[in-house]
């Protein structure tokens, strides 16, 4: 919570600093109006929390009521929340508001047609930390708000032992006994990038491992080893065309960092209705 | 710079917070690396000081030194940098400093795509607000490295007189006037959608118009229009597509968000070539 | 918004601390009281709202009513406002908020000596960057206030290119010539301390020249020949005695720094008239 | 410290924000220059080591030698300090540095004149907590740069018994009472306005009273009543004029707000006098 | 305040961070819950005050009404306070404000013993500057709570001179000189280890003076001496045993880091007893 | 390390605030001083090099050299460090050092005195969030530093479900179940009351039991059923007399909030030998 009102914060202050010259010039503080958000191409929606936090943060007088709701689908066209309260309020955080709406729009849509792409498969989709430096949180959001489900936030609560990891504990196997000794509570993943190592891994009392780069055929044989014994996460190179191949050869999980970091944003548009002067009580 | 400063302590506090545990449980602080930072796709590269400075905020023992600069075009497999230091520093840093870089090498590719298409016309290629929340004064700075020059950064620093601006004040010579007379010291730039409003723009002493969403059919009318009166912007439905038979029409600025709102990551990765012990003074 | 809170709580921290040990102790928090807030001289007005602000921050239960408004002249012993709440806030905020009242109202009377002595020139009065570190915002806003108008708010916003700008451009042909190519949407103004600077400014395309620490004499040759081909601004020595003489010349601005950084405070004190004891609910 | 860093940052960022636009267009980050401060007219400086600060918050680079120190008198021209670094990096903080310099040189000068005034007498000139809001720390420093003595920081750190507190506790008496009690480490100070309540603080233990407002004719009666038995400090309405004819009476203390509210800064200024292009290690 | 809401924001987010992923996955926002908070040891109460903003700072729906308040003695078992409201709020924030609670009341509750233990003999308890880091504010307020009364909060609002400044002053006389000449606001305590120093301590004009370390035999000589001249503050080796042999010296105040640094945790528990679904408005 | 430093710079400021009074007055900026650091009974080392952060956060110049390391055994008398520097700036920064210290140290002990007592049987001591609000990075720190192991951090990266839960999901059954499918890559941990609970728990596929409350009887039921088939943690009411006998039933894990909540800070104590004057360069 105090994280979102920090993001929230520090995005209004970059676009408003020390105030919209044009709209307190023109406009000034006793005009009220109503308006629409409007979404201008087919996508699953999320933020419009975020984005209602956005406009109220400004001004705790705006009013804003739904017509839909994070992880739906909406076509081209259909409005997406009505608004209304100062105008000069409305305007200035407009700008602020649709650009999370966008974005995290966008990371929702690209997300729920990975997660169609391999739904009744039970392969669950991860996302990765190839994020948006500062937005990670709204991001992983709209992951879930897409139907993806969150791999670890960071690098403090969870463990993935990589190659570099095991270099300088000597084995795979050592380097899952120190953590085990010390982190007791946390599942441990593991790294591999062949079956040498995959074996390795299982032996050595891994929990999960992650086939990294590995091709299909590989996989092919990775995935049945590892059955019932580790859990296997797939990653590296996934595309919306091969990863209805991928998940039919049953791995549990599968990653990938395009759904974060190379989602297009969403078109969304703000319009005022309809201007008013209010009695001032 | 303290702008910078808190963009990096808080990516860098969102991925690791309370600790790497897996850094700190296997490796520890003894140990120091070399490794190599190389991009794996062609780009134009942005973002290499900031990834410096990432490294450094976290372990002010880091060297890095470049075989590139900001601004230029790589190939598929070159090396951007190399880096050294404390081997938990760089593991830690690595996924923050490569988020950056891939976010704005990414802007910078597809802003270099934009101008190399109206090079030779002598339109200037303009960003826009629609910018990652929090991230806009490091997207913009890509955007420059790119080869595009930067719109204002945020409402606080320019002027745009939006329809709903106009609404308020009764006519677009009205507007312009309230604002000629509080911000005497900057352009005034009015949106205008049509022949109509440009022409009232052009009247009322605008020192900019932005042409709003007009087709080339328009705007084969209303560029000559403006031609020597007021300078002229073009937004709305630019595409690598379209913007060269837009810039022969001869427009002073066409901006558009695609550039920052759905650039694609570029993809960029760390690898650590020599893992060592030293000697602790 | 978030850089007046910003103010404020810095202002009522650096006053109160840990707390008012003298009122805490013998007040408690019991007690209501009701007060008034009366000004020692005459005035023009600055900093109600500030003040109120200030007020409700520390104890959102206290209430204010205004018998002027920001920006009129006010008498010696006129009553401003009339506030009622818990004793105790309203004695641990006093002090903050005479001091904003205070120096405010200083800044606006100053400021509207200066803007009455130019009445009828269409001369408009500009302030200057010399404000007091950390209260610009405020400050300038006490300006318009006092009838005066802002120049840039700071480096960020505005662009001025002085002696030392032109010394490194090589020329001030060139160094306009590098500010248009990065910030068209500027207008840029120019610091000339003779004629042939100023002939040079208007040749290469500036959009205000600021005529330096030139003397009434070359002040009368100066301003003819900028006339219709830029705007003039005065800056310099600018003094309540001469400021009359400079207007009737004809530039479009004068500037002074007089009037935010030797400003003097204009006396105001609060008085609690009526102190109760409120039934608890 | 902590305190003076945050001042320090804010009044940067305040002046600077994303950029001074103007020199990082034109002049880049190759160019060095020396340079000096010049004070414009006769004064007591205070402020150098904070402006020195300032300049080196913002590039570590640059370097200042001083050419005398806080708390002397200065001529009209002479030379505070040579300065040297990027010359970016000394316009773009020239201005910040130059406002507090010349505010804090104003408070040392006016307070300078007081204490002159009052030399010989035996008795210390106090300030008040009439100080800019968020520039008490350093304002208060340049009341001691001045010659005069600090009075309590703020509400949490010094008792100060006023009316208010006195009508709440039924008596002089009693208000004295609870806060010996509850604070037995505080000197207590009563603000009385006549000789009834000069007499009472006395008997109920006051360690020091404020004989506020009274005029000389009263002050002759109060100060040898008081002599002895409790410290007196006066406060109210002292001016340059009266300021030795109410010292010449004898009290401990004598407080004004003026030397901090009501100061004219000090004109200074700075000149680059070489610039040139260092070799870049 | 500003203090107070810096703690509770610090602490919820240490224990909170991104988010409690057991109670956000499996309870989600649509249930309520009534419950209370119990105490599981006889004890002086302390926090409830803080208990409920930190419930209120995560939610300000949440709901408490007390059985007691702060300061008074409550018996293993008995009830401190009703709460109800959204059910995760109440278990997101439980832990938090139960350690508040816990140890504030672990201070107020021993503090109360050894106020107990010098009842009648006129004699103070003082804290010292022996608190958690951080906590200060609310450990003070505690040891009043149970009692006790407070001494300097830090280095800022009282003095204590102390051997090491001593011997830099060249004597206890000079120190002091030095002292009431900067800070003629203040009481001059000063800290002496034997009868030699006591007397000059008392010669020199001190205000108190903090028998450091005495032994029994030491102090029986020195209250004596002092009384009637200067305050006296025994310190060191205050245990609940011995306590009152000091105290029938006759000292002024009696201090003792132990009430704060080794106060043990009072055991305190919330239990939810009631789990419903609300109507949504 | 940005969590570190907060708490240091937080620490600081409540202390010295707007600054040391008694050191600043008396003795100035030109003396330096060595001195020792002593532990003044027997006891666990811990916070070392959080104590060298603070003596150098105030003045980088300080210099330390530590005697032993975090985590030795020291006996009572024993120098842990030598320190030396500005004189003013060591007496400035001491007690928040050794705030540090005696706390860290205090729960390092009273860990150690645990870890001693289950030594041999395999069993591995675990803390609790019941640490000091704003603490617990440090404070799980000492617990490792005193030989004990880390349970979660907080509610953010570890997954507890526990009655409450387990009321709102229906049945064990169910809330593991969903938090399985929502957070797959973190074990889950279930507390249980009884042998029912227990058998429930580990049907649904728990990873973790926390036998909550149960008596050495019920103990030695539950323990061995789950043995091979979940892990098992034991809390409540756990003490250094009955932890061995809890420990040689054979869990994997005995947790204790003692260790935090109720540890008695240790005696350390600052003395300077030796002050001297130091040329300045």
Redo the contacts between chains.
Sequence with gaps: ???LE??I???????????????E???GDT?F?SGIIRVKEDAVVAGLAIAEQIFKR?DPGVKISYNTKDGESVKNGQILAKIMGR?SSL??SE??AL??L??LS?IATITRLYVEEIKGTGV?LLDT?????????VEKYAVRAGGG?N????????????D??I???GSIKD?IK??Q???????V?VEVKDIVELKEAIRSGA??VLLDNMDLKMLKQAIPLAKGRV?TEVSGNITLKNIKAVAELGP??IST?AIT??A??IDISMK?TN?YRKEKK
């Design positions: 919570m105090k994280e920090h993001i914060d520090t995005a209004l202050h970059e676009d408003i600093g020390i105030g919209d010259i044009t709209t010039t023109i406009i005009l109006a400004l105008a305007l200035k700008r602020t650009n999370f966008m974005r966008g669950v930390r190839k994020t948006t430096p500062g937005l990670r949180i489900t791999h670890r936030f960071g690098l403090f609560d969870g463990i993935l032992i990589k570099n990891h270099k300088v504990a380097a120190r953590i000794r010390a982190k007791p509570y946390h599942k993943e929990d999960i859990q549990d999980f960092g970091h190379s297009k944003s005022l201007i």
